[in-house]
């Protein structure tokens, strides 16, 4: 099966939009956990200063790791469950994701990450 990247993906489908819960790196190593329809439209957004304020301290620089949903309450449902994560875990997270892939790390692609999310 392909990966599906956001920027190779449909934005919506039969039942409506394609979710994605994502995670961007800000210049001081912090990670930002957002959702959105076109992460690679938000990480463009984040670096304008535009949207959260989490990047006033420290601009975006990378989108790390990022994920298909079923649909909006599944990206929430994601979303809180990283957030809820320590920085290691998120860590250990987009290491085996992306090193599981062999794409770099400021890549995004979906795949099974929610199976590595439910292991940390």
Not at 9 to 28: D, E, F, H
Not at 36 to 41: V, Y
Request: with cysteine.
């Amino acid at each position: 099966m392909p990966v599906q990247t956001p920027e190779h993906s449909s934005t919506t489908t039969s039942t409506g939009k394609i979710w994605w819960v994502y995670m961007v790196r800000a210049l001081n190593g912090h990670l930002y956990t957002g959702i959105s329809i076109d992460p690679q439209r938000r990480l463009l957004q984040h670096q304008q200063g535009k949207g959260a304020r989490f990047f006033n301290r420290s601009p975006a620089v990378a989108l790390v790791w990022c994920e298909r949903c079923a649909d909006h309450s599944d990206a929430l449902r994601q979303e809180l469950a990283i957030k809820g994560l320590r920085k290691s875990a998120k860590e250990r997270l987009i290491s085996q994701f992306n090193a599981s892939l062999s794409i770099p790390a400021s890549s995004c692609a979906a795949g099974d990450a929610r199976a590595k999310l439910d292991s940390l």
